[in-house]
């Protein structure tokens, strides 16, 4: 999956030699996707070569408490805590002919950030996270004809980022700054023990978060998947044989691509931060994939 832009004149501060170059800093590359699969990089749009992302707020993770109050007892108590929706506020600096071009550059970067759907934003300097976003404002500070200063509000509803690349596909793009440990993490097995790591700041929980958690099992028998770490565990009460594939797709069991949820018995999965250790009953000549995507607080 392509993120960022191939270009191999991507803008940057210039160099010795360089002297047609008027860039005295490193841009920061924005990419966007509706879908978090075909990204199309500000780099790439050619309305907006002279425009250039120069900062953009970490996010601090907003804490939405709910209280409630109990008869004549003095103070509240807390109802629930989650996760609030936050702004994320983009820095970018145009260079313009003229008026005209500076009217037209604003109406380019507008139309590349204002979408009907919600879509992803990610950062080449922002540590393999994506954020899901919409947008909120877009203003313009004109310094005179010939550059201006653009702030967009972007809000990051869903309160949390997220790795751009589930885990199963992890090592396809750098990942520092997502927490990997040193030795080579696996989600691909072939046992019928294994520790699944979750390196995300968050836990993956498919029934109250709607997380997405995809795990994929071939083999042979009635398989039960228990993670031990958090307790939970589906049945799968119908036996799979040779070519059967049985897939738990958040709380949606499968199997060979239809529903399936009168052949197990209603169990879940959650991953817990950290290693969750996995054991697999029941099925013999297994092999089992675990996707979903880390989730981190800012």
């Given at each position: 999956?392509?993120?960022?832009?191939?270009?191999?004149?991507?803008?940057?501060?210039?160099l010795f030699?360089?002297?047609?170059?008027?860039?005295?800093?490193?841009?920061?590359?924005?990419?966007?996707?509706?879908?978090?699969?075909?990204?199309?990089?500000?780099?790439?749009?050619?309305?907006?070569?002279?425009?250039?992302?120069?900062?953009?707020?970490?996010?601090?993770?907003?804490i939405?408490?709910?209280?409630?109050?109990?008869?004549?007892?003095?103070?509240?108590?807390?109802?629930?805590?989650?996760?609030?929706q936050?702004?994320?506020?983009?820095k970018?600096?145009?260079?313009?002919?003229?008026?005209?071009?500076e009217?037209?550059?604003f109406?380019?970067?507008?139309?590349?950030?204002?979408?009907?759907?919600?879509?992803?934003?990610?950062?080449?300097?922002?540590?393999?996270?994506?954020?899901?976003?919409?947008?909120?404002?877009?203003?313009?500070?004109?310094?005179?004809?010939?550059?201006?200063?653009?702030?967009?509000?972007?809000?990051n509803?869903?309160?949390v980022?997220?790795?751009?690349?589930?885990?199963t596909?992890?090592?396809?793009?750098?990942?520092?700054?997502?927490?990997?440990?040193?030795?080579?993490?696996?989600?691909?097995?072939?046992?019928?023990e294994?520790?699944?790591?979750?390196?995300?700041?968050?836990?993956?929980?498919?029934l109250?978060?709607?997380?997405?958690?995809?795990?994929?099992?071939?083999?042979?028998?009635?398989?039960?998947?228990?993670?031990?770490?958090?307790?939970?565990?589906?049945?799968?009460?119908?036996?799979?044989?040779?070519?059967?594939?049985?897939?738990?797709i958040?709380?949606?069991?499968q199997?060979?691509?239809?529903?399936?949820?009168?052949?197990?018995d209603?169990?879940?999965?959650?991953?817990?931060?950290?290693?969750?250790?996995?054991?697999?009953?029941?099925?013999?000549?297994?092999?089992?994939?675990?996707?979903?995507?880390f989730?981190?607080?800012?």
């Amino acid at each position: 999956m392509k993120v960022f832009s191939e270009r191999m004149d991507k803008p940057h501060a210039y160099l010795f030699g360089e002297y047609t170059n008027p860039l005295g800093f490193d841009p920061i590359e924005l990419t966007l996707s509706e879908d978090g699969q075909d990204w199309q990089s500000i780099f790439d749009n050619s309305n907006l070569s002279n425009v250039y992302l120069i900062d953009f707020d970490w996010l601090p993770p907003v804490i939405a408490d709910t209280y409630r109050t109990a008869g004549t007892r003095d103070g509240q108590q807390l109802a629930s805590s989650r996760l609030g929706q936050r702004d994320l506020v983009l820095k970018f600096i145009a260079y313009c002919y003229d008026d005209a071009d500076e009217k037209l550059t604003f109406q380019s970067l507008s139309n590349f950030l204002i979408r009907r759907h919600n879509y992803w934003v990610a950062f080449d300097n922002g540590g393999g996270r994506m954020y899901h976003v919409r947008e909120k404002t877009i203003t313009a500070e004109y310094y005179d004809d010939k550059m201006m200063m653009v702030t967009a509000t972007l809000n990051n509803f869903t309160g949390v980022a997220q790795s751009i690349m589930p885990s199963t596909h992890i090592n396809e793009m750098p990942n520092i700054g997502l927490g990997s440990p040193n030795d080579t993490v696996n989600y691909l097995f072939s046992t019928s023990e294994f520790d699944v790591n979750n390196i995300g700041e968050l836990p993956v929980d498919p029934l109250v978060q709607s997380d997405y958690l995809d795990i994929t099992l071939t083999g042979i028998g009635s398989p039960t998947i228990a993670n031990t770490t958090t307790g939970d565990a589906i049945t799968c009460m119908r036996p799979l044989k040779t070519g059967d594939t049985f897939k738990l797709i958040g709380v949606n069991p499968q199997i060979n691509g239809q529903a399936a949820g009168i052949n197990t018995d209603n169990g879940i999965i959650r991953l817990a931060n950290g290693n969750n250790h996995f054991k697999i009953t029941g099925c013999q000549d297994l092999n089992c994939a675990v996707s979903f995507y880390f989730k981190y607080l800012n």
